[in-house]
């Protein structure tokens, strides 16, 4: 299996602007989860998702940070419009039950400048 | 609120020392607790994962233990190589809502 993918692997974008990551879960995967991670917060959760189905998005900062999972192999985190602060990396994860190991893909290198 | 708390913020040793990274949580109804590494760039990698039954895991030179009660791991890495520099994170799981992290420890490993 080629793991969880994410796209793109970096952006910079100007503030104002709108951003779309997107996610590609494992396959078989009925989890998945956006975390995001800065040198002074560490890793926080947005959002997961359990068969497609938004179970927590206590995370989600503000209005101006949607999710969506349309379907079982695809989800996508919007930042609209995009401020300097929500400079991070975004870590996309994906596992199959609750008790078992989480997979992370590569992350989205985000600078809003 | 679960809160997982790693010590040392970074830790350096010289290649060969064994070592130990501590983790304690505050809620010790969790299903499970996982390690991870993360390289510079890059995303997390599981290392182990520990069942809220089991008191070990071991995988190569990584020992892993957990006290549930005590609400504290441990991650034992033996005869340390500087390939094991990068930052371990650990991770409680918990019925209602996903993996909570700490912030990590880094490791330097130098030769």
């Known amino acids: 299996d080629a793991g969880v993918i994410q796209s793109p692997r970096h952006e910079v974008t100007e503030m104002g602007q709108e951003v779309t990551l997107r996610c590609k879960p494992i396959s078989g995967h009925n989890s998945l989860f956006w975390y995001r991670q800065t040198m002074m917060r560490g890793l926080e959760l947005l959002i997961y998702f359990n068969n497609n189905v938004p179970i927590d998005d206590s995370g989600m900062p503000e209005d101006r940070f949607s999710a969506k999972m349309p379907n079982a192999s695809f989800s996508t985190l919007k930042i609209q419009p995009s401020e300097p602060r929500d400079s991070a990396v975004y870590f996309c994860?994906?596992?199959?039950?609750?008790?078992?190991?989480?997979?992370f893909g590569e992350g989205s290198w985000l600078t809003v400048v | 609120k679960q809160e997982v708390t790693q010590i040392p913020a970074a830790l350096s040793v010289p290649e060969g020392e064994n070592l130990v990274l501590n983790c304690s949580f505050t809620?010790?109804?969790?299903?499970?607790l996982q390690w991870f590494r993360q390289d510079p760039g890059k995303g997390l990698t599981s290392l182990l994962l520990?069942?809220?039954?089991?008191r070990e895991q071991t995988s190569g030179r990584l020992n892993a233990s957990l006290d549930k009660s005590s609400g504290r791991s441990t991650l034992y890495i033996a005869a340390s190589q500087p390939g094991d520099s990068a930052t371990y994170l650990c991770?409680?799981?918990?019925?209602?809502?996903?993996?909570?992290f700490g912030k990590g420890t880094t490791l330097s490993v130098s030769s």
């Open positions: 809620d010790s109804a969790i299903y499970n």
């Open positions: 994860a994906s596992t199959w039950g609750q008790r078992n190991t989480i997979y």
């Open positions: 991770a409680v799981n918990q019925a209602g809502t996903a993996l909570i």
């Open positions: 520990i069942q809220s039954s089991q």
